[in-house]
Each structure stands twice: as C-alpha cells, then as structure tokens.
C-alpha cells in the first residue's frame, strides 16, 4: 500500500488455526489501494473471462500447434500409433483439510501424448505446466491491527507445473478411462486479499508464501474421456473429466497447524493431432 495514503495503517496477513490463534507471520508484503471499480472487476472476474476466452479460441491454436509438430516431429508424431494432444480446460480445486476453505477456480493448459500398447491400452504421459491450485475461504489468513479493513475476503493461489503418467484403457469407441501418478512441482505461491476499507476505499494485498507450500506434490489423476469427435485430418476433439486425489502434504512444517492434501477437478478439452483422412 502507498504510504502516501494508508497512514498509520498495517495489513498483516498471517496464517491462523482459528479467529484467536494466530500460527504463523508472512513477512514481504505488497499491497495497494484501487479506487476504480475496474480493478475490483479484474480481480475477481477477469480470471473467469480469460479461461472463457481461452476455451473459445482453443480449437484454432489446435491446428496451429498440430502443423509445428509436424515439422518438428514429421508425420510419424501423428499416427493412431503415437501423436500429442493439446489440453484445455477449467482447475476446480480446495484445501479440504483447512477449516473454512472452499473451491477456487482456474485456467488448465498443456500438452498430453499418446503412445499406443495394443488394441485397448496405451500410455499417456503429459506435461502441464499451467494448473493452477488452492481456495477460498482464507480470511482467517489475515489480520488487521488497526480497525482500518472493512470487508474483505482472502484467497490461496498456487500454481504448478504437472506431469502426470497414466494409462489409457479403451472402454469402446466412445469411451475410456485413465488413472496413474502424478509429479507437481510448486512455481507459485500467495496469499491474496482484497476488500474496502473502511473509509470506502478498495485495497489489495498480496503475498508471496513459498516457503509455506512444499515445492514437490504426488497425486492420483483419475479420468473419464468420451471421444466427441473422431481425429481426422488434425480435427478432434475429446471431452475430459478428471479427478486429482493430493497423496502428499501441502503445507511445510513452518505453516505449523495448517495442514492439508489438494483436491481437484478438471474438465477440459483434449485434440488429438493425428493425421488421419
């Protein structure tokens, strides 16, 4: 926040067991004051607007990315036998073992392959570098010493980058299921509160908690995939649903009586680049 403008004021936020019992102390913070109701549309629902946007013009890069693996790759990286997939979709994600917290939203990106085994198994190994993860419902986060806050709502936002390692079963022309380990490894990590003042202004406070998250997660990714449209051409498209089971935990030792494994679904668009007439 401007020093200019807050005055005497101190927005701390901490992470807390309960209202009373504060349990660790973030140090950095960043913070500023928005008085145009533009920002606080950004904030809340421009994040929503983007993955709309985004899903919206997925198929066309589709394409455009299937022709630079081709040149990458050649034609024997788009085959029934081997090719890739791009992904896209939507993170549904919590903190199930924190009090309080509720599921956040967010975009999913990355890049998927598919090597064939026989006729109904294959494996599927995938690189995600955009998935992200945390909650809402992390007021209890942050703590005001002056009286100055008003309303205001706190959330965690985690971002990583996934490699999940499954195997496909072909259930029948239409369906199949995946299910196998994933690796994540932790890129970001804040805690993030807006809200007004209380004499009318809006305020933002981030702040950067990496040492609170562990950097490496191990999960359970398990799906359920419906061919929509047949790969024909570089043209196709499947529908995936797919839910991440956290095995490990995700908060270190210095968040001490925070403790939780994530829980997250996935709906995303998958298009297979396989060059089939």
Not at 4 to 11: A, D, N, P, V, Y
Not at 24 to 30: G, M, Q, R, V, Y
Not at 108 to 115: A, D, R, S, V
Not at 137 to 165: C, H, K, M
């Amino acid at each position: 926040m401007d020093d200019k403008r807050k005055g005497s004021t101190t927005l701390v936020p901490v992470f807390r067991n309960s209202a009373t019992e504060p349990v660790l102390t973030l140090n950095d913070e960043s913070a500023h004051r928005t008085d145009h109701p533009f920002t606080r549309m950004s904030l809340h629902q421009i994040p929503q607007l983007a993955c709309a946007l985004a899903l919206l013009f997925t198929s066309s890069l589709a394409n455009g990315q299937a022709a630079v693996l081709v040149l990458l790759f050649g034609d024997k990286a788009a085959t029934e036998n081997f090719h890739f997939t791009l992904d896209a979709g939507l993170n549904l994600s919590n903190m199930p073992g924190v009090n309080g917290a509720s599921a956040s939203t967010g975009f999913y990106f990355g890049l998927g392959t598919y090597i064939r085994l026989n006729d109904n198994w294959a494996f599927t190994p995938e690189f995600k570098p955009v998935s992200p993860r945390g909650g809402k419902g992390f007021e209890n986060a942050f703590v005001d010493t002056t009286g100055a806050v008003g309303s205001y709502s706190t959330r965690l936002q985690l971002g990583y980058i996934d490699v999940p390692l499954q195997l496909h079963r072909r259930v029948n022309e239409r369906f199949y299921v995946r299910a196998g380990p994933q690796v994540s490894y932790r890129t970001s990590a804040k805690l993030a509160t807006t809200g007004d003042l209380v004499g009318g202004d809006a305020f933002t406070v981030t702040k950067d908690i990496k040492e609170e998250i562990r950097p490496w997660e191990l999960a359970l990714p398990i799906d359920l995939g419906i061919v929509f449209s047949k790969p024909r051409g570089y043209k196709g498209i499947d529908i995936r649903l797919r839910y991440c089971m956290g095995l490990t935990e995700v908060f270190t030792a210095n968040a001490a009586g925070i403790s939780s494994t994530s829980s997250t679904f996935q709906f995303f668009l998958s298009f297979p680049f396989v060059n089939v007439e």
